[in-house]
């Protein structure tokens, strides 16, 4: 089973500032299977990013997927208010999904 | 538009088993896989297993082998999930997901669905 690792646990930011927030997983990732999800209190998560970089329907262009092999990166260009959330990796190595451990973006 | 609509909160007792259902809107039953993510108080999310539209279903073998079983009634278009032997670690929200076909990400989510196992 591959683990996701997710730094930082929490990133403590202003508005309008740049968060960058990292997942890396314990063996490479199929490219095609790692996603991004945002989870607001008392809500579902909801799908950001698929396929490591293409935003889904709605996502905000301010939201940028990148990386490969091990290394991932989620992209907030500048922090919207309603961007302050969980955020979580995901990716399927064929026999499993797995998920990261979350990041928590809070206000500054 | 896809939607799925959870059944409501349940309280079982420690050993007991729960069903956890799922409705899905239009042709979601016979297009996705429907995944099972459950998440603890405070934690995150844990992949539980998923039955595609043949009805075949795989489950998460380090976790829930034999305690879940993932069935569909094509009548309602509704999925349940049943989770047997509970224990106070079983307390969770309960979510289903969709998944388009070798898509391997989780597009529309239901709202969830508290089981609360407690003594």
């Known amino acids: 089973e591959i683990v996701l690792t997710q730094s930082p646990g929490t990133l403590s930011l202003s508005p309008g500032e740049r968060a960058t927030l990292s997942c890396r997983a314990s063996?490479?990732?199929?490219?095609?299977?790692l996603a991004w999800y945002q989870q607001t209190p008392g809500q579902a998560p909801r799908l950001l990013i698929y396929?490591?970089?293409s935003r889904a329907t709605g996502t905000p262009d301010r939201f940028t997927g990148s990386g490969s092999g091990t290394d991932f990166t989620l992209t907030v260009s500048r922090l919207e208010p309603e961007d302050f959330a969980v955020y979580y990796c995901?990716?399927?190595?064929?026999?499993?999904?797995?998920f990261g451990q979350g990041t928590k973006l809070e206000i500054k | 538009q896809v939607q799925l609509v959870q059944s409501g909160a349940e309280v079982r007792r420690p050993g007991a088993s729960v069903r956890v259902s799922c409705k899905a809107s239009?042709?979601?039953?016979?297009?996705?896989?429907i995944h099972w993510v459950r998440q603890a108080p405070g934690q995150g999310l844990e992949w539980m297993g998923l039955i595609n539209p043949r009805g075949e279903t795989k489950s998460n073998p380090q976790k829930f082998q034999g305690r879940v079983t993932m069935t569909r009634d094509t009548s309602t278009s509704t999925i349940y999930m049943d989770l047997s032997s509970l224990r106070s670690e079983d307390t969770a929200v309960y979510y289903c997901?969709?998944?388009?076909?070798?898509?391997?990400?989780?597009?529309?989510w239901g709202q969830g669905a508290l089981v609360t196992v407690s003594s």
């Open positions: 063996q490479n990732v199929n490219i095609r299977s």
């Open positions: 396929g490591a970089s």
């Open positions: 997901a969709t998944e388009l076909h070798l898509k391997y990400y989780f597009e529309y």
């Open positions: 995901q990716q399927y190595d064929g026999s499993a999904h797995t």
């Open positions: 239009g042709d979601t039953f016979t297009t996705y896989n």
